[in-house]
């Protein structure tokens, strides 16, 4: 008898139902959740309904608690926008002017730059519990009474009980800039679960994407949660955007790019274990070879895609590299700011030091990783990677 795919220890199963009916009881919930009853353009619904057959026929419906919460955070999440554009309609076209966007393949220090560069309050940023309910930013001395930053706190308070040993290796507070694509899911059509999870019927589905819709959203959403500081600058940060990287050039034209870069034998090892390790399921050794294979093909295909759009429009890029995030972060931070003309002020420098002093590597832990333990070896990163290698002179 072959091994199963997963494991199942730490699952439990869905109600017996037809995907049908689970759509239509998942919407009624977020509505009744919510008070909201519009999800906007049901374009969304091909996207949950293949994640729906794919937690059917890869996970045979024993998803977590953790992964039914996503689902229901990100519904509840469309129709918080919905409303937001409904009482702004302003905001579904208005620009979003010359933001500073990093990109790069994960583990490559995307979060540690997003968090450096955060510091500096000429930025806005786009905070956890404004990604999941999308409204115009109150101002910050009332969030601890709004009911939404409320969930959003307990929601990540629990993820830390239920998975401690995912604050050595990527973590956000409610009220802390993260990453773009906890807004971009509300189309249904990101990396996140994929990402997350072994579905592998998801992941053959978004690979063919036309990535440009979502981003398009993704763009509105920030305009609405911005709306009361429209000529301020957005600081973003997703490491997707390599794999979308085109589609990032097109719906945000005045972009700047920071894209790190790292050695890929350590990036790829890390971006295995971190997957394999925050979707609260034990993995399996065959999981673990699926997982291995899967990140080495997307990363690779990002780095591609990246290195042709540098090619292409290099003022838009500054490539960042890793080792020097960890050695000289400041001048690191220089360094961007020259290459795109913008000043670093007296103020922004000093909460930079001060978060470089209170945050050094492995603050939470060390991460233990391995190309092996996920079915790859050295030699097959390197092919995969050979040009990526070149340019940055890694190998």
């Given at each position: 008898m072959s091994e199963p795919m997963h494991a199942t220890t730490t699952r439990q199963v869905w109600p017996a139902e037809t995907l049908e009916a689970r759509e239509e009881r998942l919407l009624a919930e977020a509505r009744a959740r919510t008070g909201y009853s519009d999800f906007g353009d049901p374009d969304f619904l091909e996207g949950l309904r293949t994640l729906l057959r794919a937690i059917r026929d890869d996970l045979d419906d024993r998803p977590n608690d953790e992964l039914k919460e996503l689902i229901a955070?990100?519904?509840?999440?469309?129709?918080?926008?919905?409303?937001g554009w409904k009482?702004?309609?302003?905001t579904r076209d208005a620009p979003v002017e010359a933001p500073l966007i990093i990109i790069g393949l994960p583990r490559t220090g995307t979060t540690a730059m997003h968090k450096l560069l955060s510091q500096d309050p000429q930025f806005q940023g786009l905070e956890r519990w404004l990604a999941a309910f999308p409204t115009p930013r109150p101002p910050r001395e009332t969030w601890a009474q709004d009911p939404r930053f409320q969930a959003m706190a307990?929601?990540?308070?629990?993820?830390?009980?239920?998975?401690?040993a995912v604050r050595t290796m990527h973590y956000t507070e409610a009220e802390q800039a993260?990453?773009?694509i906890y807004a971009m899911e509300h189309s249904f059509r990101s990396n996140l679960f994929n990402s997350k999870y072994v579905l592998p019927t998801l992941d053959a589905w978004w690979r063919q994407l036309d990535a440009r819709p979502a981003m398009r959203r993704?763009?509105?959403?920030?305009?609405?949660?911005?709306?009361?500081?429209?000529?301020?600058?957005?600081?973003?940060?997703?490491?997707?955007?390599?794999?979308d990287v085109e589609a990032v050039l097109e719906v945000f034209p005045t972009a700047s790019i920071v894209h790190t870069y790292r050695e890929p034998r350590e990036a790829i090892a890390s971006a295995a274990s971190v997957m394999s390790r925050i979707s609260g399921f034990e993995p399996s050794e065959r999981e673990k070879q699926w997982r291995g294979q899967r990140e080495l093909e997307v990363w690779a295909e990002g780095a591609r895609r990246v290195l042709?759009?540098?090619?292409?429009?290099?003022?838009?890029?500054f490539d960042a590299d890793y080792r020097k995030l960890l050695s000289a972060p400041l001048d690191l931070a220089h360094d961007i700011y020259r290459h795109f003309g913008l000043e670093m002020s007296a103020l922004a420098e000093a909460r930079i030091r001060e978060?470089?002093?209170a945050n050094p590597q492995n603050k939470y832990g060390e991460h233990h990783y391995s190309l092996e333990e996920y079915g790859l070896t050295a030699a097959k990163v390197d092919e995969a990677f050979a040009a990526y290698n070149a340019k940055f002179g890694l190998r």
């Amino acid at each position: 008898m072959s091994e199963p795919m997963h494991a199942t220890t730490t699952r439990q199963v869905w109600p017996a139902e037809t995907l049908e009916a689970r759509e239509e009881r998942l919407l009624a919930e977020a509505r009744a959740r919510t008070g909201y009853s519009d999800f906007g353009d049901p374009d969304f619904l091909e996207g949950l309904r293949t994640l729906l057959r794919a937690i059917r026929d890869d996970l045979d419906d024993r998803p977590n608690d953790e992964l039914k919460e996503l689902i229901a955070l990100l519904l509840d999440g469309r129709l918080h926008a919905e409303e937001g554009w409904k009482r702004h309609p302003e905001t579904r076209d208005a620009p979003v002017e010359a933001p500073l966007i990093i990109i790069g393949l994960p583990r490559t220090g995307t979060t540690a730059m997003h968090k450096l560069l955060s510091q500096d309050p000429q930025f806005q940023g786009l905070e956890r519990w404004l990604a999941a309910f999308p409204t115009p930013r109150p101002p910050r001395e009332t969030w601890a009474q709004d009911p939404r930053f409320q969930a959003m706190a307990a929601a990540r308070a629990l993820l830390r009980e239920r998975s401690p040993a995912v604050r050595t290796m990527h973590y956000t507070e409610a009220e802390q800039a993260d990453e773009c694509i906890y807004a971009m899911e509300h189309s249904f059509r990101s990396n996140l679960f994929n990402s997350k999870y072994v579905l592998p019927t998801l992941d053959a589905w978004w690979r063919q994407l036309d990535a440009r819709p979502a981003m398009r959203r993704y763009r509105q959403t920030l305009a609405l949660i911005g709306a009361h500081d429209p000529g301020k600058p957005w600081l973003l940060k997703n490491p997707t955007h390599v794999y979308d990287v085109e589609a990032v050039l097109e719906v945000f034209p005045t972009a700047s790019i920071v894209h790190t870069y790292r050695e890929p034998r350590e990036a790829i090892a890390s971006a295995a274990s971190v997957m394999s390790r925050i979707s609260g399921f034990e993995p399996s050794e065959r999981e673990k070879q699926w997982r291995g294979q899967r990140e080495l093909e997307v990363w690779a295909e990002g780095a591609r895609r990246v290195l042709s759009a540098e090619e292409r429009v290099p003022e838009r890029f500054f490539d960042a590299d890793y080792r020097k995030l960890l050695s000289a972060p400041l001048d690191l931070a220089h360094d961007i700011y020259r290459h795109f003309g913008l000043e670093m002020s007296a103020l922004a420098e000093a909460r930079i030091r001060e978060w470089i002093a209170a945050n050094p590597q492995n603050k939470y832990g060390e991460h233990h990783y391995s190309l092996e333990e996920y079915g790859l070896t050295a030699a097959k990163v390197d092919e995969a990677f050979a040009a990526y290698n070149a340019k940055f002179g890694l190998r």
